[in-house]
């Protein structure tokens, strides 16, 4: 097992493309059942992507906190996708909820966590990637304190283009 | 399989090499834990260390990826020690072609999780990932009006550790067909078939009673306008071989349902879960966690309660018996502005049935079922051991810079003793969370979170009702720095470690956006802690806590 080891390692750090973190397409489906894929949101411009759960409070503060973001830039070409982590147990309430705050941003479901594993997700909720539209990964934030969305915005404005 | 894998590597390699275009990339996701201070259980103080260094790896090349968890945990702070590799995979995912394989470790869930729900959670010490191989494959067909089709099929070994008896095992060779379609957009129909072979670990952690287990589910949804409906049934049958401890055969059956029915609309959000789950109804004397034909561990089905985030109110939750539980919950969200959202949550549960002791003799138990007609409801009988809970939250953003949230919940809890029933127990629940968020200036906010419980347990009846008391003040700077003061008071008598009082501090530092420092000390309270209706309990600490979260 120590030659796996040796390989995979060796094979790590010798390929010379480390990156923070890995873009991967990716389709997941909406509330409504749609197919929804980010390399087709990237088309029109940077995708927000967040990690989140119904029973995450700082979830719930980032969403409150981005959507205003989302409303100002999405005629730029921004996109803010929330994408759920809801395990069986609460799945059922993400759209009443979602419905209920009135939001109006994209939202999938990724039960079975594939996506959240593909960008090296682990327990730490909320977790957002701004990706640009060369599909570069621009920002990694890891949780959510009050005072985030200040940086978001400026991210998201430079990621547009916008001074 | 060592040999495989070293293949597998060296296919990858060469095709990096010779492939045109490639897109390589790489990434590591690492967690350094380390712990050291004392615990107490109901018997003595003793000490407690732990470190922790687990890194999962994943490299990337074009569709394929090959995965990693490398881990060194020695002592472990739950479970068994380990150091080495705990995870590795393969996995080619096509998406022009929507084909997903995956050899190696994995986990899954199918539907909601009735038949198949394979997790890991490192604070339970539980795992019951499988060891094999996925395939996933998808496609639409026709433009205007689409039908999709998904299937999957996976099969593997489980090596399955019970998590509140680590020197016991449960082993299963499983194999999952899934099919699902769907018709129209708003309209999915699916089907599910489990057939698992098994070795259970009895009581005496010697003898093995080999199980065989066929477990076949439907579900469907339907989407219309603003409702929502999902159904999900599944049934069980699983057979074991004579040993010493069951001298004859068992064939059991079992089965279980759930539903959800959600209305939304702008403003509103209406939720009604319903669950009956009859895995393996059996009378009181063999309600035993080890019997081979209770669910199995490979599923994990919705608990259909609420899950809180009050430190208080889910430090005694309800425990879901899979095996015998039905029961229902409403949940509605109204958020008449986008400052104000208030939740009520009403939830019940209880047994299907109770049982008599009809023995004349004194010297032994001899059970009979009490039917019911309506055992598709649950009941306030004590004899069924009841729970119910009520929950109502008001959240409010006053300004840009002050946000409160206040809560109410009262829960009831019985656990009936059939044996004795002057033994049973019932615990009343009533907890006020408060949250007041308040920002300075647009980086510096200050948090107060204050909690308070009153507790009336029957069994404490010598003892007036409980109090329990949670502060918790938090500074933070945005984006990198919060420091936490917690402390809590109890008048529980108790309490395992016999205190009274607990004060804890924690520091949590992003030295970049993903490097997350964290350091508590001082002490902590135990309690039950659950992850998808898997409970256990987990001592008081005293001592101090380091972590390290990295992402490369």
């Known amino acids: ?163 | 399989m060592k040999k495989l894998y070293i293949l597998i590597c060296l296919l990858l390699i060469s095709s990096a090499v010779w492939a045109q275009k490639l897109d390589v990339k790489a990434s590591l996701n690492n967690v350094f834990r380390y712990g050291n201070g004392k615990e107490n259980n109901t018997i003595s103080e003793y000490s407690k260390e732990y470190l922790e260094n687990i890194g999962d790896a994943r490299l990337k090349i074009n569709d394929f990826v090959f995965g990693m968890r490398y881990e060194i945990s020695d002592p472990i702070e739950y479970g068994n020690n380990f150091k080495g590799i705990r995870k590795r995979y393969l996995e080619y995912n096509n998406l022009n072609e929507n084909i997903n394989l995956r050899i190696g470790d994995f986990w899954d869930i199918v539907s909601r999780g009735l038949t198949m729900n394979v997790f890991e959670d490192r604070g339970l010490a539980y795992d019951t990932g499988i060891d094999g191989l996925r395939v996933a494959y998808k496609k639409t067909f026709g433009d205007k009006k689409p039908v999709k089709v998904k299937a999957q099929i996976l099969g593997g070994d489980i090596n399955y550790t019970d998590f509140l008896n680590l020197q016991r095992t449960e082993t299963y060779k499983v194999r999952d067909g899934n099919f699902e379609i769907t018709p129209l957009k708003n309209l999915m129909f699916g089907g599910n078939y489990v057939y698992a072979k098994g070795s259970v670990m009895g009581n005496d952690l010697k003898t093995i009673t080999n199980i065989t287990s066929e477990l076949p589910e439907g579900y469907m949804s339907l989407n219309y306008k603003d409702i929502n409906f999902f159904y999900s049934y599944a049934h069980k049958r699983v057979s074991t071989e004579a040993n010493t401890l069951y001298p004859k055969s068992i064939t059991a059956f079992g089965n279980g349902m759930y539903s959800s029915l959600s209305y939304s609309k702008s403003g509103l959000g209406v939720t009604l879960e319903y669950k009956n789950y009859r895995f393996d109804l059996v009378s009181p004397d063999q309600r035993d966690r080890t019997r081979p034909t209770k669910m199995m561990p490979f599923q994990n089905p919705p608990t259909g309660l609420k899950e809180h985030t009050s430190t208080l109110i889910s430090r005694n939750p309800h425990v879901v018996d899979f095996n015998d539980e039905v029961g229902s919950q409403l949940d509605i969200v109204f958020a008449p502005s986008d400052k104000l959202t208030m939740n009520l949550n009403l939830g019940m549960a209880s047994r299907h049935y109770e049982y008599l002791n009809t023995d004349t003799t004194g010297w032994q138990y001899k059970w009979e079922r009490v039917n019911r007609y309506n055992n598709f409801l649950p009941s306030l009988r004590d004899q069924l051991s009841p729970f119910w809970e009520v929950y109502y939250e008001v959240e409010y953003y006053a300004t840009d810079k002050l946000y409160g949230k206040v809560a109410f919940s009262k829960q009831s809890e019985n656990i009936y003793n059939e044996e004795n029933p002057l033994a049973s127990e019932k615990i009343f629940n009533s907890t006020v969370p408060v949250e007041l968020r308040y920002s300075l200036t647009k980086d510096y906010t200050l948090k107060l979170i204050f909690e308070n419980q009153w507790t009336h347990n029957t069994s404490h009846s010598l003892t007036d009702d409980d109090v329990s008391q949670f502060i918790a003040l938090s500074f933070s700077k945005s984006p990198d720095l919060t420091l936490t003061l917690n402390t809590e008071f109890s008048t529980d008598e108790d309490e395992p470690s016999g205190k009274k009082n607990w004060v804890s501090g924690d520091v949590s530092y992003k030295i970049t956006p993903t490097n997350i420092l964290s350091v508590s000390g001082g002490t902590e309270k135990g309690g039950l802690k659950c992850t998808n209706g898997i409970c256990r309990y987990v001592y008081p600490f005293n001592g101090f806590r380091l972590s390290l979260s990295s992402k490369f």
Not at chain 1, 147 to 152: A, H, N, W
């Open chain 1, 1 to 163: 097992m120590k030659k796996v080891v040796f390989l995979f390692v060796f094979t790590l750090f010798l390929s010379g493309f480390l990156k923070s973190q890995t873009y991967s397409d990716f389709t997941l489906q909406d509330l409504e059942g749609n197919d929804v894929t980010l390399s087709k949101l990237l088309e029109k411009g940077p995708v927000l992507m967040s990690f989140w759960a119904t029973w995450c409070s700082p979830c719930k503060e980032e969403m409150k906190k981005v959507n205003p973001i989302y409303e100002k830039y999405k005629d730029s070409g921004f996109t803010y996708l929330a994408i759920n982590q809801d395990n069986q147990k609460s799945v059922s309430k993400v759209k009443s909820y979602i419905d209920a705050q009135s939001y109006k941003f994209p939202v999938v479901f990724d039960t079975d966590k594939r996506v959240f594993e593909a960008y090296s997700g682990k327990d730490e909720m909320p977790y957002a990637l701004l990706i640009g539209k060369n599909k570069e990964i621009l920002s990694v934030h890891t949780g959510f304190k009050t005072g985030d969305e200040v940086k978001i915005e400026e991210e998201v404005k430079a990621a547009l283009g916008i001074k």
